[in-house]
């Protein structure tokens, strides 16, 4: 993503960010203010149409969905509004929702009520099975019902988030699995298969988990929730048994015995009557219900801000932080360079010992960036479990000296000398200069930051939190991310380090995180010995020389990482200093 995202930026002309609303797997969404002052949201999908490698897969997913749904209108399915590709990058514009149906539940809990009321409940529900059949009756189905996706507007329900939707007449697996939700997806489609009743399962799911706070399916893993769908019976004992014959059918197995219809289903649960409305489902002290909030409103909670006093609100169960005894905590590991590379991989096998899979304790974020092409390589290779992921190396690549000649050598000129840059390799890698291991920094900036925008919110996410609680069986310390950088001050990456750290205490400060100066592992090499090479020496005392100097505070840090972008003024320490020999 070559847009930069940040309150005030406009990456699309007319559209002024405001804030940020949340992340999903596909990209993330800010409100933003339109032509004529009115406020919209925009989805920045992740990867680019342009891309050569997996990177754009998820926007030709998104793309290919934006051609199914372009021509869809239902007073309750959120509308698009406008489609921007610019660059290969993809950029939804949007209906500004209120608010989600998770929220919503969430607002309830609070006010200490297991679930939202179930008439309410009931009438917003019909709501999203009206949407979700219109989409039926056009051969679609939309394959990632959940709480996150059903939002209010005014006091009504629409469907949103149509990354996933599907053709029923041409099935096709693609893509399914590595997108749908386990907790909410029918058993169909763990087989890489789906009906026109996949989508009425997802709904009943929803139904149980915003009337009680539980779903009837309490697998941590992907594979033990697989197994649960596609196995076992669900469990109904939080809701009233009136309704349970009912979701039965809904839930069933084989998507032939399910109901006609999401319609169908609804009006069978209204039809059933309770003893009373919520059936044993009051709170211990009724309180006044909490009504649906606007964006932007003080008692609005945010997606991308998922903790409330010191609790974690998982879609899973409520994981309380414990500061005192506790170690688990998100961090992001960012590893620069050869020696960074090194460093990140033993650090993996460590962690793989103590932990097991990684994949499974989201919480931890790995990230390798290097302009190396050998070295992104050799980064996926070697034990599974401790060998970086495709997703998990970034390549921060140069250019040739002509592109930067005729486009940017002006603006370069401030801070690059010219004959560093006229030394520039055929390579096009920093063979140990700082200068240009700095300008790989700068040339990749804006792409660069949103991956590490993604990182944190992945790290900081109540979900990842609630699942790494449980496959580590460690207690949460708390939610604030800390942030770990692995380099050498003797090599080219080192140039890139202080700029580093402050663009990470930026986006902490963007996301409304509170989170430590970054903790900056430096190797030094060894400069009492005598075959250590002159670069080294010099890089090794430009760098020390460099982090001394910011820390101090006696000048601040400025730089412009392009001339488009806006000039970024720091006065701030960048990190703490120490030393460990």
């Not at 005894?325 to 460093?343: D, E, M, Y």
């Not at 930026?506 to 670069?535: I, M, V, W, Y």
Request: hydrophobic share 35%.
């Amino acid at each position: 993503m070559n847009w930069l995202r940040e309150p005030d930026a406009e990456p699309i002309p007319g559209y002024r960010l405001l804030c940020p609303l949340g992340t999903g797997g596909f990209g993330e969404v800010w409100k933003c203010v339109a032509p004529g002052n009115i406020h919209k949201a925009i989805k920045f999908v992740y990867g680019n149409l342009n891309s050569l490698d997996g990177d754009g897969y998820r926007a030709e997913q998104e793309f290919k969905a934006v051609q199914k749904m372009k021509e869809i209108r239902h007073p309750f399915i959120l509308s698009m509004e406008r489609v921007d590709i610019v660059e290969g990058d993809l950029a939804i514009v949007m209906e500004l929702a209120d608010s989600s149906l998770h929220d919503l539940l969430q607002q309830y809990q609070a006010e200490g009520y297991p679930g939202i009321p179930r008439q309410k409940l009931l009438r917003y529900l019909r709501d999203a099975a009206d949407g979700l059949d219109y989409l039926n009756d056009c051969g679609l189905q939309h394959l990632d019902v959940k709480p996150r996706n059903l939002f209010l507007v005014g006091d009504r329900v629409k469907v949103a988030d149509f990354g996933l939707v599907k053709n029923l007449d041409r099935q096709s697996s693609s893509g399914l699995l590595a997108g749908v939700t386990p907790i909410y997806a029918a058993p169909e489609t763990f087989s890489g298969k789906f009906s026109r009743h996949s989508d009425q399962y997802s709904l009943a799911i929803v139904y149980i988990e915003l009337l009680t706070g539980k779903r009837p399916f309490n697998g941590k893993s992907i594979r033990s929730l697989a197994f649960q769908h596609v196995s076992e019976p669900p469990d109904l004992s939080e809701v009233p048994p009136t309704d349970r014959p009912i979701l039965l059918r809904a839930l069933a197995k084989d998507p032939e015995e399910r109901f006609p219809s999401c319609q169908a289903m609804i009006s069978a649960l209204m039809q059933a009557s309770p003893k009373s409305d919520d059936d044993g489902l009051s709170p211990a002290s009724p309180r006044s219900q909490p009504t649906p909030s606007r964006k932007g409103q003080s008692d609005t909670k945010s997606p991308v801000e998922p903790h409330r006093n010191g609790v974690a609100l998982s879609g899973l169960e409520r994981t309380v932080v414990n500061a005192e005894t506790a170690i688990l905590r998100p961090t992001l590991i960012v590893a620069a360079g050869n020696f960074g590379r090194k460093a990140l991989l033993d650090l993996r096998y460590r962690l793989l010992d103590r932990l097991g899979d990684l994949s499974q304790v989201p919480v931890f974020r790995f990230l390798y960036i290097d302009s190396d092409p050998e070295g992104l390589h050799d980064s996926q290779q070697g034990v599974p479990g401790v060998a970086l992921s495709a997703s998990q190396v970034f390549p921060l690549p140069l250019q040739p000296v002509t592109n930067y000649r005729r486009r940017t050598l002006e603006h370069l000129s401030d801070w690059l000398p010219r004959e560093k840059l006229n030394a520039l390799p055929r390579s096009l890698q920093p063979h140990g200069s700082r200068a240009l291991g700095r300008l790989a920094f700068h040339d990749n900036y804006l792409r660069l930051m949103t991956r590490l925008r993604r990182e944190l919110q992945i790290a900081t996410h109540p979900e990842s939190l609630a699942e790494s609680v449980s496959q580590t069986g460690l207690l949460l310390r708390d939610n604030h991310p800390r942030i770990i950088i692995l380099a050498s001050a003797c090599g080219g990456s080192a140039g890139m380090i202080v700029d580093l750290a402050y663009a990470l205490n930026r986006l902490c400060q963007q996301l409304h995180l509170k989170s430590e100066k970054p903790n900056l592992f430096l190797f030094c090499g060894a400069p009492g010995d005598p075959a250590t090479p002159a670069e080294e020496l010099a890089n090794l005392y430009a760098t020390l020389t460099e982090v001394h100097h910011y820390h101090a505070g006696e000048t601040g840090f400025s730089a412009q990482y392009g001339p488009d972008c806006k000039p970024v003024i720091d006065a701030s320490a960048p990190i703490p200093v120490s030393y460990t020999h």
